[in-house]
Structure formats: C-alpha cells, structure tokens
C-alpha cells in the first residue's frame, strides 16, 4: 500500500510525523507533521530560516510537489488546487480549504491548536484538506469542503488530525453561541468551567457537524497540541512564537 510505505519511510527516518490510520484508497496519501524534525532538530511548517531552515527541505522528501498553501483566515472559501499555482508567500490564496483531484498535487494546511481535517472518496478520485478552527468550524468549512468535493458524504472518509483537546480548549460565551446559533444540540460539547467560561471540545463539534451532514467514517481526534508540549505547536501555550504543523493530502500517480 502507498500509505503503508509512506508510514514506514517516516518511522526510519526517526520521524515522530503522523500517518494517518484510517480506511483510504490505496493511492490515497496523507501526512501531518509535527514540531520535530530528524536527529531532535525543530520542525516549523511556516518558516524556512535558521534554526528551522531545513524544514521545507525535510518536507519535501515525502512529496510529489510543492503543496497548494493556503492564506488561513478562519472562513469557509475552498481553493480548488487543481487550478491553483504554486506563488509567493505574500500572494496565496485566501482559503481555508483545498480541493484536489489531480495526482500528485498537494493540499496542505497549516494549524497549531485548530483542527485540520482531511478527506476522501473511497475510491481515491478526490482528496481534501480543511483548516476548522472555532470559527471556521461554526460558519461551515467542512460542510462547504464536501460540497466542493462533489462526493456523497457517505461515501467520504474522514481524519481528524491534532487539535487543541476537550480539557484545554477554554472559551467564552462568543464560541458557545457561534455553534449553538443553528444547532442548539451542540452545547453538548460545552463543559461549564466557570462564570462565562466553558471546555469546548472541537473533535465532538466537527464529528457532531459531520454526521449531521451525512458522514459515516471518521477516524483520528484523540490528541491534545497544547497539553503535548514535546510534540506540538501550540498557539494557545506559545502564543506569537508558536510554530505550525502540516498536514497534507494527495492522490499518488498512477
């Protein structure tokens, strides 16, 4: 399997990078990384200088392209990569998904506490890859990411890469009322923790958004970027200084 030997290729290099375990096509390749590169050396998806100037360098071993990179802003615009070029950093496109069904080109975004997502057919004809942070989670992304794939949701699989966890993911009443505006069951995934303030747990919010929509297979959620300090960037922990993670999708040539 294509996969199989992805995750093996990262285990040998000494790579605690993810592969993602879950029921793909074959040709379907997916990848997340995280704050660590080879031999204990810092690993930072939005910078290529010293000490982190190897990262895109290291990056690249593992893929068939440059990736389609994504300015994040929280929305719900999907970048269809196939048309996409690769351009400068001050010249991306402004989405928060990618959408491709081309070999061989990449999708990618970029996180350090929101969800990345990432998705496919079963037959392994269309892939995706989501940025659903609170806010893009509450206005749709995902939903819009599967009209843009054109697929049956029950026909899509799902891998929820790592994300801040259920028991570090503090916020106010805005967030509570984003996602309880349409969907008054979603304050399930709210635990109260005090005055104003509750646990939100992101992986519940985007499994629950899911379902609602008709996706059967989700697979991945579990980790924890601001609680795993040895393994993750974290925003909510670092603040300005953290670094971002990967995590890439795309179809192997045939």
Same mark, same amino acid.
């Given at each position: ?60 071993? %593992? @893929? ?6 994504? *300015?994040?802003?929280? +929305?719900?615009?999907?970048? /269809? #990569?196939?048309? !996409? ?73 799902? %891998? @929820? ?6 028991? *570090?993911?503090?916020? +106010?009443?805005?967030?509570? /009322? #984003?996602?309880? !505006? ?73």
């Amino acid at each position: 399997m294509v996969e199989s030997a992805l995750g093996a290729g990262v285990v040998a290099a000494g790579l605690d990078w993810i592969v993602p375990d879950w029921p793909a096509a074959t040709r379907i390749c997916a990848l997340s990384t995280t704050r660590n590169g080879r031999a204990g050396a810092a690993f930072d998806a939005a910078r290529d200088q010293p000490p982190f100037a190897s990262a895109r360098e290291e990056l690249m071993r %593992w @893929l068939p392209a440059e990736p389609i990179w994504l *300015a994040q802003v929280h +929305g719900t615009a999907i970048c /269809d #990569a196939d048309q !996409a070029r690769v351009r400068a950093a001050s010249d991306l496109p402004v989405a928060d998904a990618a959408v491709a069904r081309v070999p061989g080109v990449v999708c990618v975004v970029r996180s350090a506490d929101c969800l990345p997502v990432l998705m496919c057919d079963r037959q392994g004809r269309v892939v995706a890859a989501a940025h659903a942070g609170w806010r893009g989670l509450a206005a749709g992304v995902l939903e819009a990411t599967l009209v843009a794939m054109r697929a049956a949701p029950t026909d899509v699989c799902v %891998w @929820l890469g790592p994300a801040i966890g259920p028991r *570090a993911f503090e916020v +106010g009443a805005d967030v509570l /009322d #984003a996602h309880c !505006a349409a969907d008054p069951g979603a304050a399930e995934y709210f635990q109260p923790l005090r005055s104003g303030k509750w646990f939100a747990d992101l992986y519940a919010l985007a499994r629950r958004r899911l379902a609602r929509v008709g996706v059967t297979t989700i697979h991945g959620g579990g980790r924890c970027t601001l609680t795993e300090r040895e393994t993750f960037h974290s925003y909510r922990r670092d603040g300005a200084t953290a670094g971002r993670m990967a995590t890439l999708i795309w179809i192997a040539g045939t």
